[in-house]
T-cell receptor
Framework: QKEVEQNSGPLSVPEGAIASLNCTYS??????FFWYRQYSGKSPELIMS????GDKEDGRFTAQLNKASQYVSLLIRDSQPSDSATYLC????????????FGQGTTLQVKP | DAEITQSPRHKITETGRQVTLACHQT?????MFWYRQDLGHGLRLIHY???????NKGEVSDGYSVSRSNTEDLPLTLESAASSQTSVYFC??????????FGPGTRLLVL
């Protein structure tokens, strides 16, 4: 059973701090990795996608991928109360089937 | 702008009734997916389709069916609604890059 693991949290950080969200996956052949943000009562929305080892930056968000360690993370710099949400890690399979395996999500609370 | 819509947004039904949830996308994506989301379980895949006339079972497909007669629509049918099917249902679509875009969701209550 292919799995994606996340700490459910809640992860609480003060406003302006860096929030670090982590995700591990079991399928060593996975090629695509995604972070989604989900506000309470809303649908998941894509924040970042990453396909290669290393860092990918987009504004205040940085995704980090380490395929050897089967680990992907999301850093949120200068965290704002509006970043308070559940963050879902999603991993594609090794054969590009289009299906994603989702983690259960980490709840982030940014306190003013 | 391309989008994915779901209807109804909220539905209350009774045990044993047939229910159909609609999903419509204008991304022209071949891949479409149905998930349910419950506390403690995250997003679980119900059914998915790679194109017209193609449908596949996901990890929690019992009691659900789908059909794909065109690129834009993938309706989800609950053949005989059960209380265990009370959930939030999300439809998603994706193109070649596997990035999935989600609809707004349907909240279903089965009494």
């Amino acid at each position: 059973q292919k799995e994606v693991e996340q700490n459910s949290g809640p992860l609480s950080v003060p406003e302006g701090a860096i929030a670090s969200l982590n995700c591990t996956y079991s399928d060593r052949g996975s090629q695509s990795f995604f972070w989604y943000r989900q506000y309470s009562g809303k649908s998941p929305e894509l924040i970042m996608s990453i396909y290669s080892n290393g860092d990918k930056e987009d504004g205040r968000f940085t995704a980090q991928l380490n395929k050897a360690s089967q680990y992907v993370s999301l850093l949120i710099r200068d965290s704002q109360p509006s970043d308070s949400a559940t963050y879902l890690c999603a991993v594609g399979g090794s054969s590009n089937t289009g299906k994603l395996i989702f983690g259960q999500g980490t709840t982030l609370q940014v306190k003013p | 702008d391309a989008e994915i819509t779901q209807s109804p947004r909220h539905k209350i039904t009774e045990t044993g009734r047939q229910v159909t949830l609609a999903c419509h996308q204008t991304w022209n994506h071949n891949n479409m997916f149905w998930y349910r989301q419950d506390l403690g379980h995250g997003l679980r895949l119900i059914h998915y389709s790679y194109g017209v006339q193609d449908t596949n079972k996901g990890e929690v497909s019992d009691g659900y069916s789908v059909s794909r007669s065109n690129t834009e629509d993938l309706p989800l049918t609950l053949e005989s609604a059960a209380s265990s099917q009370t959930s939030v249902y999300f439809c998603a679509s994706s193109g070649p890059q596997e990035t999935q875009y989600f609809g707004p969701g349907t909240r279903l209550l089965v009494l």
